[in-house]
C-alpha cells in the first residue's frame, strides 16, 4: 500500500513539474532562445536560381544622382536599358521594390515611367499597406480588431496601369526576428493583392510558360518563410549606377528575374532574418528568397503549438518520472536518447514532411529536468547515506558499512527480513561479585574495557554490533548483507575474545586484585533481522530460535570458554578443534538430544 501511495505521489509531482515547463514553454520566456536555436537548426543556405539578378540602389549610385527619391524618370531609363537588348530578348520580368505613390512634381517623368512600364510588359511595381486597429459593430456585440488594412498606399494610376502590383509589406515576429511572410492583403474596393514576390514569381511562370506552383497555406494569410540565401547572397555587385551608365549589356538579363531594390543604409530597408540573425538582410533580398521558395514549392507549416505544448507536458512528465530514483548509467542514455531523438525527428519532419517544431522545447525541458534528477538524486543519496550511517555507524565493521552504502536502503528491508545469521553472544563471569566490591567509577572502568574488547574484536571480524546489555554484548554476521562464511568469522570473533581477555585479565589483577574471563555461544541459523519495536524507539536487531539458542549456550558457558551448537562445527569443518559435551548440557527450550560442543581452537587462513 504505501508503496502504491509513493507511486501516486511521484506521478502527481511529476504532472506537476510537467505543467509547470508547459506554461514556461507557452508563454514568452523561451521565445527568443528557442527562436534563436530553431532558426539556426532549420535555416541553412542552399544553392538557389541562378536566373534571379538583383540592381542595387547602393552608395554609389546615390553619389552619382544625390539622394533618394530621385525623378521617376530616372527609373524610365532603367526599364528601357534592361529591354532594349539588340537581340530583342528581355528580362522575365522585372520588379521595382520602390513605392511610386501619388503624382509627381514632374508629369512628364510620371508618364515617362508608366509608358516604360507599358512597353515592357513584364514590370511588377510595389504597393503597401498601412495597417491599425477599427473598432466592429455586430449589432450587439463590440469588439477591435487588430491588423486591419486602413489604408493601401499603390502606384498612382498611369503606373498601377502600366504594371502588376503587389504588396511589400513585411511584419517580424515578437522577437523582431523576419521568419513569416504575408501572401496576401484583402483591401477594401481592391480586393486581394498578392504580394509582390509572389506577382513576380506568376509573371516569371507566364514567361517561361509554365504552371506556377500553388501558394502555401497560411494562417491570417502568413506562411513560414524557408530562406534559400544568406544576406548577400544575390548580389553580384550590380549597382543601378552601371545600368545608368551603360557598363553592363542588357543582355546579360535576357530570361532572368530582375528584382531592382535598395542597397542603401540611407534608405531604412533592412531586416534581421532567420536565417542570419547578426547581418541584416535587404528587402530585395528577402522577396528574391519568397521566389526561391515559391519555385521549389517548399512550404514548411508550423505544428500547432496546442499539439506541441501536449506533447512537450507528457514527454516532460515521462521524463521526470524515468529520472527519478535512477543510476547515472541509466538516466544518461535516456537523457541522450530523448535529446537527440528529439532533433532527429524535428529535422526529418522538416525535411520530408514540411513540419516544423519547437526545436529547444523538449531539449531544455529533459536537460533541466536531467540536471535537475541529479542534483536531487544526489542530495537524497547523501540524506540516505547520513540514514545508514546514523543508524549502522557504530556498531557495524567499515567493509559492511561501506556495502550499506553502495546499496541504500534496498539492503535494510526496514520492518525485517529473513536472513540465515551467525549469532554470537558473550559475557562477562564474576562481573556481578567484582561490582559489589569496587566503587562504581572502577566498575564503570573495567566494564568499558571489557565492551571495547569484545566491540574492537566484532568489528575486526566484520559483524555487526547488535546490543550491550548489561556486561552482556551481541553480534550478528550475514545480514544486513551477505558474507562469505559468516560461521568462521563469527568464531574468530570468539577466539579473538578469550585471547584478548587474558591479557586484560592480567592488568586487571595487577591493578585491583580481581579478575573476571568471558563465557561466549555462537549458534547459526534462520532469523528475522530488521527495525523492531514502537515507532518512537526501534532497534535494529536479530530475533528468532536461533539467537535465543545462542545466548543460551552462552549463559552456560564457563569462563573462558567457547560454546558452540552441532550446526556451528559441522560448518567450520576440519578448521576447529572442537570436544563434544553431547547432552550433558540442556538448553531451556530445546529438546533432549541437542548437542553442545566446545570450540577449542581454529586454524586461522
Known sequence: MKKKTDRTIQIIIAFLVAAAITWVASGRLLLVPDGTVSDAFYQEERAGNADIMIIQIDEDAIDMLGPWPWSRSVMAFVLESLNSAEDGSKPAVIGIDVLYTGEGSDPEADEALAAAAADAGNVVVAGA???????????????????????????????????????????????????????????????????????????????????????????????????????????DSISIAQILDGSIPPEVFAGKI????????????????????????????????LIEAFERGFYPEEVPKGLQLLLLFLISAGMMICFRD?????????????????????????????????????????????????????????????????????????????????????????????????????DVRGFTSMSEALDPPTVVEIINKYLTLTTECIIKNHGTLDKFVGDCTMAFWNAPVEQEDPVYLACCAAMDMVDGSKALGEELMSRFGRTVDFGIGVNYGPAVVGNIGAPRRMDYTAIGDTVNTAARLEANAPGSTVLISRVVADMLGDRAGVTSLGSSIRLKGKAEGFEVLTLDSLRRE
Not at 502606384?155 to 511572410?181: C, F, Q, S, W
Not at 547515506?385 to 543508524?391: G, N, Y
Not at 567493509?399 to 551467525?422: C, R, W
Open 129 to 235: 499597406a498601412v495597417f491599425g486597429t477599427t473598432l466592429v459593430d455586430e449589432g450587439e456585440i463590440f469588439y477591435l480588431q487588430n491588423r486591419t488594412v486602413l489604408t493601401f498606399e499603390e502606384p498612382y494610376p498611369a503606373l498601377k496601369a502600366a504594371a502588376r502590383v503587389g504588396h511589400i509589406n513585411t511584419m517580424e515576429d515578437g522577437d523582431a526576428v523576419l521568419r513569416h511572410a504575408l501572401l496576401f492583403e484583402d483591401v477594401q474596393d481592391l480586393g486581394r493583392v498578392d504580394s509582390f514576390s509572389r506577382a513576380v514569381y506568376e509573371q516569371y511562370c507566364k514567361y517561361m510558360g509554365i504552371q506556377p506552383n500553388p501558394a502555401p497555406k497560411t494562417k491570417g494569410g502568413f506562411f513560414y518563410i524557408p530562406f534559400t540565401k544568406q544576406p548577400g547572397g544575390y548580389s
Open 258 to 289: 530582375v528584382l531592382i531594390g535598395p542597397y542603401a543604409a540611407a534608405m531604412q530597408d533592412e531586416y534581421r532574418t532567420s536565417i542570419s540573425h547578426a547581418e541584416p538582410m535587404y528587402g530585395v533580398e528577402v522577396h528574391a528568397n
Open 326 to 426: 535512477r543510476p547515472l548509467r541509466q538516466t544518461v542514455p535516456a537523457w541522450l536518447l530523448v535529446t537527440f531523438g528529439w532533433l532527429a525527428a524535428a529535422k526529418l519532419l522538416y525535411e520530408k514532411g514540411g513540419l516544423i517544431l519547437h526545436v529547444l522545447w523538449v531539449p531544455l525541458s529533459v536537460t533541466v529536468l536531467f540536471i535537475g534528477s541529479v542534483a536531487v538524486n544526489y542530495v537524497r543519496s547523501q540524506l540516505e547515506k547520513k540514514r545508514v550511517t546514523d543508524t549502522f555507524g557504530h556498531y557495524v565493521d567499515p567493509a559492511v558499512m561501506k556495502q550499506l552504502l553502495d546499496q541504500g536502503s534496498s539492503a535494510l528491508e526496514l520492518g525485517g527480513k529473513m536472513y540465515n545469521i551467525a549469532v554470537l553472544f558473550v
